[in-house]
C-alpha cells in the first residue's frame, strides 16, 4: 500500500514563502508523476503544479511565475516552493502521486493548510 506523508503548510504573511514537502511510503516500483492541487473554501480541487519522472513541469497559470515544483526521485519526494503569496493563495494543498507497485496506483495525501494574511 502507497501513502504519501504532506508537511510545511501553515500561517505565513501576504508576499512570504512557504516550501511544501510530500513524501511517498510503500513498495513502489515506479512513480510517473506527482503534483499538488490545492483546495479553498467552497470550491472544488484544482492543479497548481505537476512534475513527471522526468522533470517535465506544468503549473496553473496564477502559480507560474511564483511556484516552483520539484522531485528527489530516490527519495520519492516531491516539493512546491511558494513565494510571493497572496491571500488567495489559502487553502487545503493536496499531494497527488500515480505510479506502479505491485499495481498501478493514484493516490493523494491528507492534506496540508497554507493560510496567507493580508
Known amino acids: 500500500q502507497v501513502q504519501l506523508v504532506e508537511s510545511g503548510g501553515g500561517l505565513v504573511q501576504a508576499g512570504g514563502s512557504l516550501r511544501l514537502s510530500c513524501a511517498a511510503a510503500g513498495s513502489i516500483f515506479s512513480i510517473n508523476d506527482m503534483g499538488w492541487y490545492l483546495q479553498a473554501p467552497g470550491k472544488q480541487r484544482e492543479l497548481v503544479a505537476v512534475i513527471t519522472s522526468g522533470g517535465s513541469t506544468n503549473y496553473a497559470d496564477s502559480v507560474e511565475v511564483r511556484f516552483t515544483i520539484s522531485r528527489d526521485n530516490d527519495k520519492n519526494t516531491v516539493y512546491l516552493q511558494m513565494n510571493s503569496l497572496k491571500p488567495e493563495d489559502t487553502a487545503v494543498y493536496y499531494c497527488?502521486?500515480?505510479?506502479?507497485?505491485?499495481?498501478?496506483?493514484?493516490?493523494w495525501g491528507q492534506g496540508t493548510l497554507v493560510t496567507v494574511s493580508s
Open positions: 497527488r502521486a500515480r505510479g506502479r507497485a505491485v499495481v498501478r496506483f493514484e493516490v
